[in-house]
């Protein structure tokens, strides 16, 4: 209203002016840069929200929940800080479209930014230092990585730049209520200043290139991980495959627990499960008691489900249950695990609970039914998969190596499917466990030898050259093998380099990951780490 | 400010339609014309032919109908409407009257639901008034359903005449390292709540022992003690109780019907004084498990649980012991006690499970003396996990054992407390989901048969299938806990626990394993 006022005024003072010059002095002001700036920063706030950071943020949304009744979110609510914690996260359901999450965190950004340059009367020249909240939370999102959601309350990234919109408006509002002079004068706002111009053309993309640069340079996997686990939501396994060979250099534990559920589930386990970078790079993130933690339940469920292990699944799940609280990721696990478990009853309370989130409505609709017709949970494609590699003896979680998914493959010695052999033995191949390797191979003799079998054999030939007499097929591995033996000679004392160096050329060839790959693999996880503090029977 | 007093008066206007079309959804009167159907209502929780205490809260539920989109019913002349949500809430005096009206009779509920072609009446059922009060409140632990950690812990009281509930303590809220605590295993003397203890694990570790409003904390810890008091019972005349000491551990099934198996490795029985914090070994023995002591009414015998280690070769001695897990069969065993000279004399066999290759514990005599209620399943003493946990009472009196089949369910039946008339008991069950523990009341009659029992109600009847935490450890008492949450949070996070003095072995007059 004040603008328009002003205006007025101006055209009341020159009326000989032309309306077409007229209209373009009075856009080319300080306020026509601001109110471009805003626009600017307002659709690439959209697209860094959305595009961006659109599937971490949509995994934060499953690993939150919200509904908008007292008894689900008492345990919440009677926190400190509950109450922000309970906007933050029903904010952060709208991520279940991350383009509709991302404009709401656009309007944030923006209103924020906006109120901030109202609330502090910034001079017009230098307008662009309202942006600076805005790009310090961005910032921040980019530097807590995994702690963004996990170990940490997902109710704050929206809660809490939703608090400081809020105060911020309510300081504008008492500002212009309270002090009638606030505006700032039509001969400033009309003078055109180029630090604006370019203060503004410099730091509003530099709001968004200083956290993406930053997200890239600290926490590379985050955006493919979380894209991997969107793509899981979707069971999209051809989609995980294509995105961890879109960064095969890339690899963290999570990275390559999801790679494995993708091969796994597509059947190429065998194929191409060395096909990325095994390393294990150590991850930048925190425990819940602020120290260093590398998150190593972050995956343990859904690779656990998907090996078929749907009971240590439920195990761990339950104890994030217990610790986190409620979350949808959580929830659904268990409404399908008890779908499983054939416990019908246990089922549909979680179908009850789920219901009350928003924007739920799909899941309810694929996955209800079965709990009123168990016929139903054979027929679906995942809940088959996940039956078909369930184990089929009678036995107890704590005999099997941790963390579960194909370490029990590794300690399996009978197989009552050839999916299950097969993960067998590639486990061990994974492990580097020749012997047991070995074992298992004998069972492969009348079939063809998929690839990383193959290797494997080949690369122990050379010990024992009687395995190309029961596996004649290994010719032409062998060949391959003795290029490798050739090239990884120089580099026999500095393995690190060699793995660098040799990446490219052999990525995908076992013998490579036996000699170069997983070698820094020094982190063991530590009791802590591994959920045995706490520990009691409940 | 025209403005403004313009939206106030808009939002008025609004929430008092809203309010309007809000209860009109509520009928509030018997529908004058509607259509008998012969399907039965579907009802959460399930009130059909339950004998209820003449004092409890009034049993609000609800009706699952998704056709209707409003419902009435009638009990017993008591009229409550319901909209399409079906909660049926029933106004607290009318509900008072109406059971004291009752009071050892019976009356009808009749559930009318308002469907698209109009209003249908569901067959009526019974509700059976006993004539005998149900202690007026019951302690219990809310905890997430199994599994190794624990995060918010909470120990509350309800009582039971009203959906009051009290905290009792309540661990934490957010995680802060060095101050994660474990809290169970509340047990008052005699239904009285002016004596109890609580114990706490991992920090601020000790037991709580109170006497009125005065609290102390104390620790059990000894070399020949296995570890900290665990399952125990007071003796109902004197300051003492009887702890098992236990090595519990659990492990996860993978392909079996049943999820988790808590066993011990060792168990032995310990007796503590209150009054002299002085506690000292009643039974330790290495190739025997004994566990969840429980003193007579008079407090002048102890019942407990013993179990054989069975026999198996293995490198590791747990794991030898889980592969065996299902051959740890635990009978219940009595010994008399004398109350002068702290001295037990020679065991005798209460419940001979074993040889049936069954398993019996959590026994628990009745305050008149007559009963011993326990819990029989396949294997095992924590029957929490077990599906076939049943109920079973041993007529004192007759030396009859039997299952309060009334009572039981498919799914486990196990921990339970008596009421102070010995006519109520309070126990956990999963009979609805197989995975949360919920407190069910039973009615046992003079003759010991047990009655249909019933789900703790809750003001909203919907709260039990939203809540993400089992019932755990419920103790009925005559009287609320005196100690308030503040003083009993300054007990156990403010103040050092006093080291019990042991004291070697209980006197024996007949020494020897059971």
């Excluded at chain 1, 439920?314 to 695990?337: F, N, Q």
């Excluded at chain 1, 080949?458 to 290994?474: G, H, R, S, T």
């Amino acid at each position: 209203m004040k603008d328009k006022g002003n205006k007025n005024k101006q055209k009341q003072k020159q009326p000989s002016e032309p309306p077409k010059a007229q209209q373009r002095r009075q856009f080319i002001t300080n306020t026509g840069c601001e109110q471009v700036g805003v626009l600017l920063f307002f659709i690439l706030a959209w697209l860094w929200a959305s595009w961006w950071m659109g599937d971490v943020m949509r995994i934060a949304y499953e690993r939150s929940f919200f509904a908008a009744d007292a008894t689900l979110m008492h345990w919440l609510a009677q926190k400190s800080f509950g109450w922000l914690w309970i906007i933050g996260r029903a904010l952060l359901t709208l991520y279940h479209w991350p383009v509709v999450g991302g404009l709401l965190v656009a309007v944030l950004l923006t209103l924020g930014s906006w109120f901030t340059g109202y609330c502090l009367r910034l001079p017009s020249k230098f307008c662009w230092l309202k942006y600076f909240p805005a790009a310090a939370w961005m910032l921040w999102t980019a530097d807590v990585g995994l702690n963004l959601y996990y170990m940490r309350e997902p109710g704050r990234i929206l809660g809490v730049p939703f608090l400081v919109v809020v105060i911020l408006g309510a300081w504008a509002i008492l500002s212009k209520v309270l002090s009638r002079r606030h505006s700032l004068s039509a001969e400033r706002e009309n003078k055109l200043s180029w630090i604006s111009i370019i203060g503004q053309a410099v730091i509003i993309p530099l709001c968004f290139a200083m956290p993406m640069l930053h997200l890239q340079r600290t926490h590379r996997y985050m955006r493919p991980l979380t894209h991997m686990q969107v793509q899981l939501l979707h069971n999209d396994y051809e989609g995980m495959n294509r995105t961890a060979h879109e960064h095969p250099d890339l690899c963290n534990r999570h990275v390559a627990g999801y790679y494995a559920i993708a091969l796994a589930r597509t059947g190429k386990l065998a194929e191409q499960l060395f096909d990325i970078r095994l390393e294990f790079d150590t991850i930048r993130a925190y425990g819940y008691d602020g120290l260093p933690n590398q998150c190593l339940k972050y995956h343990i469920v859904d690779c656990n489900y998907h090996a078929g292990l749907y009971r240590a699944a439920r195990h761990y799940v339950m104890e994030a249950l217990t610790v986190d609280g409620p979350s949808l990721y959580a929830l659904k696990y268990l409404a399908k695990i008890a779908l499983l478990d054939s416990d019908l009853v246990l089922a549909r309370k979680y179908f009850g609970i789920i219901r009350k989130a928003p924007f739920e409505g799909e899941f309810i609709r694929k996955y209800e039914p079965m709990a009123a017709h168990p016929e139903l949970v054979q027929a679906d494609p995942e809940f088959a998969a996940v039956l078909k590699a369930a184990p089929y003896r009678h036995s107890f979680e704590q005999f099997f190596l941790k963390p579960g998914f194909l370490g029990y493959y590794s300690s399996l010695k009978d197989f009552k499917t050839k999916e299950a052999l097969e993960w067998s033995t590639v486990a061990c191949l994974y492990g580097k466990r020749m012997p047991d390797f070995l074992q298992r191979c004998s069972q492969f003799q009348d079939s063809a030898l998929p690839k990383s079998i193959a290797e494997g054999l080949a690369l122990q030939a050379v010990k024992q050259p009687e395995l190309l007499q029961i596996f004649p097929q290994l010719e032409l591995v062998v060949n391959r093998l003795d290029f490798f033996l050739n090239d990884a000679s120089p580099y026999t004392q500095d393995k690190e380099r060699g793995a660098v160096e040799l990446f490219e050329r052999y990525k995908g060839f076992y013998p490579y990951y036996y000699y170069f790959g997983n070698i820094n693999n020094t982190h063991k996880p530590s009791e802590e780490e591994l959920g045995h503090n706490n520990a009691g029977v409940n | 400010m025209d403005k403004a007093l313009l939206y106030l008066r808009c939002t008025v206007l609004i929430a008092a339609v809203a309010m309007l079309v809000c209860c009109s959804s509520r009928p509030s009167s018997l529908p004058s014309a509607f259509t008998e159907v012969s399907d039965s209502a579907a009802i959460y929780p399930d009130y059909r032919d339950v004998t209820i205490p003449p004092n409890i809260a009034p049993m609000n539920f609800m009706v699952i109908d998704t056709v209707a989109d409003a419902f009435v019913a009638d009990l017993g002349g008591v009229i409550c409407g319901a909209s399409a949500d079906g909660k049926i809430d029933i106004d607290s005096t009318e509900w008072r009257s109406l059971l004291q009206e009752q009071r050892g009779k019976s009356f009808n509920v009749s559930v009318y639901a308002h469907r698209p072609q109009g209003w249908v009446r569901h067959p009526a059922f019974a509700i059976y008034v006993a004539n005998e009060n149900i202690d007026s409140y019951v302690t219990y632990r809310l905890i997430e359903p199994g599994y190794e950690l624990y995060m918010q812990l909470g120990i509350y009281q309800r009582n039971l005449t009203n959906f009051d509930v009290a905290t009792v303590y309540e661990n934490h809220r957010d995680i802060s390292p060095g101050e994660s605590h474990c809290i169970n295993c509340h047990k008052f003397q005699a239904n009285n709540a002016e004596r109890m203890y609580l114990h706490v694990r991992e920090n601020h570790k000790g037991t709580v022992v109170t006497n009125g409003t005065e609290a102390h904390k104390i620790l059990i810890k000894h070399d020949s003690i296995i570890a900290s008091g665990a399952y125990g019972n007071w003796n109902p005349k004197l300051p003492i109780v009887a702890y098992s000491t236990n090595k519990t551990a659990q492990v996860f099934h993978y392909n079996f019907n049943e999820k988790i198996e808590v066993f011990d490795g060792e168990s032995d029985l310990l007796l503590y004084d209150a009054d002299r914090n002085e506690v000292s070994h009643i039974i330790r023995t290495p190739d025997h498990f004994e566990t969840f002591p429980c003193w007579s009414a008079d407090g002048t015998r102890l019942y407990y649980c013993d179990a054989r280690l069975p026999k198996f070769e293995a490198q590791i001695f747990e794991a030898g012991l889980v592969a065996r897990y299902d051959s740890l069969f635990y009978d219940i065993w009595s010994m008399p006690f004398d109350t002068v000279t702290y001295s037990f004399g020679p065991p005798q066999l209460e419940v001979d499970a074993s040889s049936m290759n069954l398993s019996a514990s959590e026994p628990i005599a009745s305050p008149d003396g007559r009963f011993l209620l326990y819990s029989l399943a396949r294997c095992g003493q924590f029957h929490l996990y077990h599906r076939d946990a049943d109920l079973w009472l041993k007529d004192l009196q007759e030396g009859t054992c039997y299952p309060l089949a009334e009572t039981n369910s498919k799914e486990g039946d196990s921990y339970s407390s008596w009421s102070s008339n010995s006519r109520w008991i309070v126990f956990s069950s999963r009979r609805e989901d197989n995975d949360y523990t919920r407190s069910y009341i039973a009615y046992i009659d003079a003759n010991g048969q047990g009655h249909k029992a019933f789900l703790l109600p809750q003001r909203d009847p919907e709260y039990n299938l939203l809540l993400l935490k089992s019932f755990n450890v419920p103790e009925l008492s005559r009287n609320a806990i005196p100690l308030g949450q503040e003083q009993m949070s300054h007990v156990i996070l403010f103040t050092d626990a006093e080291l019990a003095t042991y004291k070697g072995h209980v006197a024996r007059s007949n020494s020897g394993n059971p």
